[in-house]
T-cell receptor, first 114, second 113 residues
Framework: EDQVTQSPEALRLQEGESSSLNCSYT??????LFWYRQDPGKGPEFLFT???AGEEKEKERLKATLTKKESFLHITAPKPEDSATYLC???????????????FGKGTKLSVKP | DGGITQSPKYLFRKEGQNVTLSCEQN?????MYWYRQDPGQGLRLIYY???????QKGDIAEGYSVSREKKESFPLTVTSAQKNPTAFYLC????????????FGDGTRLSIL
């Protein structure tokens, strides 16, 4: 069964304290892995797509990496405005017979204190 | 600006009542999706549509219905058959091609009176 597990569930950092969020996945033929940021009461905001092992993407203080079993979202010198829930989702070859369906993890809630 | 608009932001349902959540997009996406988000759970797919006048059930379609009469619009009806409708509902859209990210609206929070 296709599955996505994110850890930790919650992470509290001091401003400037770098860390990483983990997304472990089991999927039949990965077509893409997606990272989103979600603020309270808002919809998820798309951050990155990763397609194959070894790929990396960067945006400001965020860097996403991908291996055959997991993805990491590295946060360098975070600021309070980086506080949000970060969601990971995967798209497999056979899920639901549709090209678009995603399987989401439960997310990591990040809090960055000044 | 292009985007996805969901309305209303908050909605209250009485017992035995059907309610309809609106979702409109001007991103020229062919595919549209409805998800349900509950505390401590990942997003769960309710329905999706890849083309006008066609839609498919997702993982938790029971108690919900949709229509897709226009490319830009994908309304969701929460029927009285849905016994636990309190949740945050998210609409998304994407291009149909493989590996395309889904883009989300800002959600509708549905509660029971």
């Amino acid at each position: 069964e296709d599955q996505v597990t994110q850890s930790p569930e919650a992470l509290r950092l001091q401003e400037g304290e770098s860390s990483s969020l983990n997304c472990s996945y089991t999927v039949s033929g990965l077509r893409g892995l997606f990272w989103y940021r979600q603020d309270p009461g808002k919809g998820p905001e798309f951050l990155f797509t990763l397609y194959s092992a070894g790929e990396e993407k960067e945006k400001e203080r965020l860097k996403a990496t991908l291996t055959k079993k997991e993805s990491f979202l590295h946060i360098t010198a975070p600021k309070p405005e980086d506080s949000a829930t970060y969601l990971c989702a995967v798209q497999g070859k056979n899920y639901g017979g549709s090209q678009g369906n995603l399987i989401f993890g439960k997310g990591t809630k990040l809090s960055v204190k000044p | 600006d292009g985007g996805i608009t969901q309305s209303p932001k908050y909605l209250f349902r009485k017992e035995g009542q059907n309610v309809t959540l609106s979702c409109e997009q001007n991103l020229n996406h062919d595919a549209m999706y409805w998800y349900r988000q509950d505390p401590g759970q990942g997003l769960r797919l309710i329905y999706y549509s890849q083309i006008v006048n066609d839609f498919q059930k997702g993982d938790i379609a029971e108690g919900y219905s949709v229509s897709r009469e226009k490319k830009e619009s994908f309304p969701l009806t929460v029927t009285s058959a849905q016994k636990n409708p309190t949740a945050f509902y998210l609409c998304a859209s994407s291009y149909v091609a493989v590996n395309q990210p889904q883009h989300f609206g800002d959600g509708t929070r549905l509660s029971i009176l």
